[in-house]
């Protein structure tokens, strides 16, 4: 996993994030007790690692796909299959009516097979055709790697002005907590956290097609995290938090 990781940070720092946000974004307001400095020299956890593993992934997908660039694909799915994740126990709710007169976002296959089916789509050069047979027999193989992992929510849609919420997640003292919002194409959005006193600890609300707040809890207790469409298209979106 290191070696992909290494390959595709060398190929988006070679242009393929032209255009994407930037992740860190958020901005984090350090109110209330339940936040505070990150500790200097921990080391992130596993759990950490695999949700910038996944965030690196969707930005392939998207950067492929915008591009044509079928490698990004192959490269995506290499990672998915070998980052695993857990279905998110805290079930959300949802604000807001789903609008009639707007269009469904497209629906897309970002499964590890369906994704190299797609780069070949893209591609019939030999270098695409010899990294896809390789991926093939990656896909094949037992997916390496931690067991559990992130726990994700989606692809669900939120349509304009609607607010998805995911209420009494508790994030562990000490320990660097993350949330991470792929959308897909570009909008505007608002990803908010707020700690069990209605306090507002980590907020990312700059457009784009990514979202994602970090933050250290002073301690272990519930957090509330809200999903806000303020554009006038609908969104499919995926969620995943440590």
């Given at each position: 996993?290191?070696r992909?990781?290494?390959?595709a940070?060398?190929?988006?720092?070679?242009?393929?994030?032209?255009?994407l946000t930037?992740m860190?974004?958020d901005?984090?307001?350090?109110?209330g007790?339940?936040?505070?400095?990150?500790?200097?020299g921990?080391k992130e956890?596993?759990k950490?690692?695999?949700?910038?593993?996944l965030d690196?992934?969707?930005?392939?997908?998207?950067y492929?796909r915008?591009?044509?660039?079928?490698e990004?694909l192959?490269?995506?799915?290499?990672?998915?299959?070998n980052?695993?994740t857990?279905k998110l126990?805290?079930?959300?709710?949802?604000?807001?009516?789903?609008?009639?007169?707007v269009?469904?976002?497209v629906?897309?296959?970002?499964s590890p097979?369906?994704?190299?089916?797609?780069?070949?789509?893209?591609?019939?050069s030999?270098?695409?055709?010899?990294?896809?047979?390789?991926?093939?027999?990656i896909?094949?193989e037992?997916p390496?790697?931690?067991l559990?992992?992130?726990?994700v929510?989606?692809?669900?849609?939120?349509y304009p002005?609607?607010?998805?919420?995911?209420?009494?997640?508790?994030?562990?003292?000490?320990?660097m907590?993350?949330?991470?919002i792929?959308?897909g194409?570009?909008?505007?959005?608002i990803l908010?956290?707020?700690?069990?006193?209605?306090?507002?600890?980590a907020r990312?609300?700059?457009?784009?097609s990514?979202?994602?707040?970090?933050?250290?809890?002073a301690?272990?207790?519930?957090?509330?995290?809200?999903?806000?469409?303020?554009?006038?298209?609908?969104?499919r979106?995926?969620?995943a938090t440590n």
């Amino acid at each position: 996993m290191n070696r992909i990781r290494m390959f595709a940070a060398a190929v988006i720092l070679g242009g393929l994030c032209t255009g994407l946000t930037v992740m860190g974004q958020d901005k984090t307001e350090k109110k209330g007790p339940n936040v505070q400095d990150p500790v200097k020299g921990a080391k992130e956890s596993d759990k950490n690692k695999a949700l910038q593993d996944l965030d690196l992934a969707s930005r392939l997908i998207q950067y492929g796909r915008t591009n044509k660039h079928a490698e990004s694909l192959l490269i995506a799915a290499q990672i998915l299959h070998n980052t695993p994740t857990t279905k998110l126990k805290v079930k959300a709710t949802v604000v807001g009516e789903k609008k009639a007169d707007v269009a469904e976002p497209v629906k897309a296959n970002n499964s590890p097979k369906a994704l190299v089916a797609e780069a070949k789509k893209l591609s019939t050069s030999a270098a695409v055709e010899s990294l896809a047979k390789a991926t093939l027999i990656i896909l094949d193989e037992e997916p390496r790697g931690r067991l559990g992992g992130p726990g994700v929510d989606g692809p669900f849609i939120l349509y304009p002005n609607q607010e998805r919420t995911w209420n009494g997640m508790t994030f562990v003292g000490g320990q660097m907590a993350e949330v991470a919002i792929a959308n897909g194409v570009y909008g505007r959005m608002i990803l908010e956290v707020r700690d069990q006193f209605g306090n507002v600890v980590a907020r990312d609300n700059v457009p784009g097609s990514f979202y994602n707040c970090r933050w250290t809890p002073a301690f272990t207790g519930p957090f509330t995290i809200r999903l806000t469409n303020l554009d006038t298209i609908a969104f499919r979106c995926g969620m995943a938090t440590n």
